[in-house]
């Protein structure tokens, strides 16, 4: 069947077309069920990724990506760099300490280490985040579940997230600390940290983008993951257009906090100063 | 306020390096395997935020997020294990007369001061600054800071998330001493932040011994 070159040619063709298992559908308007109100020319990124697995993806500022936890086992360990100047990412020390507040969850600012909002958590229906414990390792993964590679079962997170990094250009020292979501942590009074596990199937999150970002998402167990088995399940990633939904948060940001309003006017000032003096502003 | 008079080494050693580091000054050493660094908090609550390199390979680093999801605990005290992005160790805590060091609130920048405080303290000395230009005769430069220690600055978290820098625990000549598992760079910032109370308001000195144990 494979013996030439023509017949390993069709052969190859033969397979397209499927829609088994997780995978990323191609626009991402022909995904088949957009979300309420969002119309379907307005998708840009439609992708489902299994537990052990990786993607990621330029977006553009004013996108709003929304992850779900489809059957309440995912956990989706996120990194952000600047898409213009990737040297500037996201800062969890900053991101826990501006707002005075170490829990993720709805107006929270992902802030970098630029005095800016890369993104902001505009809705939640799990309130099981992560900024504390950050991502997976080789080490970690390998004494817990037998191996840690990215070609083996239970691949850590900052293994898949590294893969992410080198495909734009960047690399390890790039894969700075994380946030995750879908697997909650708590800190007790003394400082001990405890696991709270997930929200269950069907949980989400959407971020909304201020500034043009490479995302990049690792599926994979929570380092704390209660579990003594590697058994992740699929997240499912949506992206729109939503300009209107960063003018009206651009709106509350004094609302929001003084903290996050000035790190929206850093914001704003950097994309307005690069804009071009003429032709289309859009 | 006043210093100890002459600090000394938290353990027991030949002494192999002793410097003090000047208020909102940069400092670095590598402290070989083996070998015990003591910190002196020379005039009580001030903030060393610290980063660690391997000396032979500066693609290890300290990771905050390794740090606490191994020991499963925000602070550290003797015991502690400093831990790299993989997770393996580089320096541990040996002894400590605080009992309570930060691990999540990173380091002061110019830009964050800008969001914290107002856009009036944008000219301000701030830690990175300090982190940039000694980890630069290192050939590190910005993609290779990330989220540090601090000695002897104390942020509680809330049950219900808050958090913040609140006044110290430490005192006039409360040290802590860590031991090298590698061979390692450390990279600090004797903060100057004088708009929270992570110095006091008033950044110090602090000394930085390094001993050898006796054969």
Redesign the interface.
Same mark, same amino acid.
């Given at each position: 069947m494979t013996a030439t070159t023509t017949a390993a040619r069709d052969h190859a063709r033969s397979q397209a077309g499927q829609h088994d298992g997780p995978m990323p559908v191609v626009p991402a308007s022909a995904w088949p069920n957009p979300p309420a109100g969002v119309d379907a020319d307005a998708l840009v990124w439609a992708e489902t990724v299994p537990g052990g697995r990786y993607t990621s993806k330029v977006l553009a500022r004013g996108t709003r990506l929304r992850l779900t936890d489809l059957d309440g086992r995912g956990c989706a360990h996120l990194m952000l760099w600047r898409a213009d100047a990737p #040297?500037e990412r996201l800062?969890? &020390?900053?991101t826990?300490? !501006?707002p #005075?507040? &170490?829990?993720l969850g709805v107006d929270h600012p992902l /802030?970098d +280490?630029? %005095?800016?909002v890369l993104a902001t958590i505009v809705a939640d229906t799990s309130g099981r985040h992560d900024a /504390?414990? %950050? $991502?997976t $390792? =080789?080490? %970690?993964n390998t004494a817990r579940y037998g191996d840690g590679s990215v070609h083996s079962d239970s691949p850590a997170g900052?293994e898949l997230l590294t893969l992410a990094a080198l495909k734009h250009g960047l690399g @390890?020292? +790039? !894969? &700075? @600390? $994380?946030v995750s979501f879908f697997h909650g942590v708590? &800190?007790d009074? +003394? %400082? $001990? /940290?405890v696991p709270t596990g997930n929200a269950g199937p069907g949980a989400s999150v959407e971020l909304l983008l201020h500034l043009p970002l490479i995302v990049a998402v690792a599926n994979t167990a929570h @380092? /704390?993951d209660e579990s003594p088995t590697f058994d992740t399940t699929t997240i499912e990633l949506l992206a729109w257009r939503a300009p209107a939904d960063l003018a009206a948060l651009a709106a509350r940001a004094a609302e929001i906090g003084p903290?996050y309003d000035? =790190?929206h006017r850093?914001t704003e000032d950097v994309h307005a100063a690069a804009l071009p003096t003429e032709g289309n502003l859009a | 306020m006043t210093a100890t008079t002459a600090p000394a080494p938290l353990v027991p050693g030949t002494v192999i390096l002793d410097e003090t580091v000047a208020p909102r000054g940069p400092w670095s050493a590598i402290v070989a395997a083996g070998d015990v660094l003591t910190i002196v908090d020379l005039y009580g609550n001030q903030a060393v935020d610290t980063l660690f390199y391997g000396a032979a390979d500066t693609t290890i680093r300290y990771s905050a997020q390794a740090t606490i999801t191994a020991q499963r605990s925000l602070f550290l005290t003797t015991g502690s294990v400093i831990r790299d992005q993989e997770g393996n160790p580089m320096m541990t805590i040996v002894a400590d007369e605080v009992g309570n060091h930060d691990t999540i609130g990173g380091a002061c920048s110019q830009e964050s001061n800008t969001l914290r405080y107002g856009h009036h303290t944008r000219h301000q000395h701030a830690c990175v600054e300090n982190f940039l230009a000694e980890g630069a005769k290192y050939g590190l430069g910005k993609r290779d800071l990330v989220g540090n220690v601090n000695f002897f600055m104390n942020v509680p978290v809330d049950p219900d998330g808050t958090l913040g820098i609140v006044d110290g625990l430490s005192a006039p000549g409360r040290r802590l001493a860590l031991r090298a598992e590698i061979d390692t760079l450390v990279l600090v910032s004797n903060c100057p932040q004088i708009n929270n109370p992570c110095n006091g308001f008033d950044p110090t000195a602090v000394q930085m011994i390094v001993t050898r144990p006796e054969a």
């Amino acid at each position: 069947m494979t013996a030439t070159t023509t017949a390993a040619r069709d052969h190859a063709r033969s397979q397209a077309g499927q829609h088994d298992g997780p995978m990323p559908v191609v626009p991402a308007s022909a995904w088949p069920n957009p979300p309420a109100g969002v119309d379907a020319d307005a998708l840009v990124w439609a992708e489902t990724v299994p537990g052990g697995r990786y993607t990621s993806k330029v977006l553009a500022r004013g996108t709003r990506l929304r992850l779900t936890d489809l059957d309440g086992r995912g956990c989706a360990h996120l990194m952000l760099w600047r898409a213009d100047a990737p #040297w500037e990412r996201l800062n969890i &020390a900053d991101t826990v300490k !501006v707002p #005075w507040q &170490a829990y993720l969850g709805v107006d929270h600012p992902l /802030l970098d +280490d630029q %005095g800016r909002v890369l993104a902001t958590i505009v809705a939640d229906t799990s309130g099981r985040h992560d900024a /504390l414990c %950050g $991502t997976t $390792t =080789a080490v %970690g993964n390998t004494a817990r579940y037998g191996d840690g590679s990215v070609h083996s079962d239970s691949p850590a997170g900052r293994e898949l997230l590294t893969l992410a990094a080198l495909k734009h250009g960047l690399g @390890p020292r +790039d !894969v &700075a @600390p $994380t946030v995750s979501f879908f697997h909650g942590v708590r &800190a007790d009074e +003394d %400082g $001990t /940290l405890v696991p709270t596990g997930n929200a269950g199937p069907g949980a989400s999150v959407e971020l909304l983008l201020h500034l043009p970002l490479i995302v990049a998402v690792a599926n994979t167990a929570h @380092p /704390l993951d209660e579990s003594p088995t590697f058994d992740t399940t699929t997240i499912e990633l949506l992206a729109w257009r939503a300009p209107a939904d960063l003018a009206a948060l651009a709106a509350r940001a004094a609302e929001i906090g003084p903290e996050y309003d000035r =790190a929206h006017r850093n914001t704003e000032d950097v994309h307005a100063a690069a804009l071009p003096t003429e032709g289309n502003l859009a | 306020m006043t210093a100890t008079t002459a600090p000394a080494p938290l353990v027991p050693g030949t002494v192999i390096l002793d410097e003090t580091v000047a208020p909102r000054g940069p400092w670095s050493a590598i402290v070989a395997a083996g070998d015990v660094l003591t910190i002196v908090d020379l005039y009580g609550n001030q903030a060393v935020d610290t980063l660690f390199y391997g000396a032979a390979d500066t693609t290890i680093r300290y990771s905050a997020q390794a740090t606490i999801t191994a020991q499963r605990s925000l602070f550290l005290t003797t015991g502690s294990v400093i831990r790299d992005q993989e997770g393996n160790p580089m320096m541990t805590i040996v002894a400590d007369e605080v009992g309570n060091h930060d691990t999540i609130g990173g380091a002061c920048s110019q830009e964050s001061n800008t969001l914290r405080y107002g856009h009036h303290t944008r000219h301000q000395h701030a830690c990175v600054e300090n982190f940039l230009a000694e980890g630069a005769k290192y050939g590190l430069g910005k993609r290779d800071l990330v989220g540090n220690v601090n000695f002897f600055m104390n942020v509680p978290v809330d049950p219900d998330g808050t958090l913040g820098i609140v006044d110290g625990l430490s005192a006039p000549g409360r040290r802590l001493a860590l031991r090298a598992e590698i061979d390692t760079l450390v990279l600090v910032s004797n903060c100057p932040q004088i708009n929270n109370p992570c110095n006091g308001f008033d950044p110090t000195a602090v000394q930085m011994i390094v001993t050898r144990p006796e054969a």
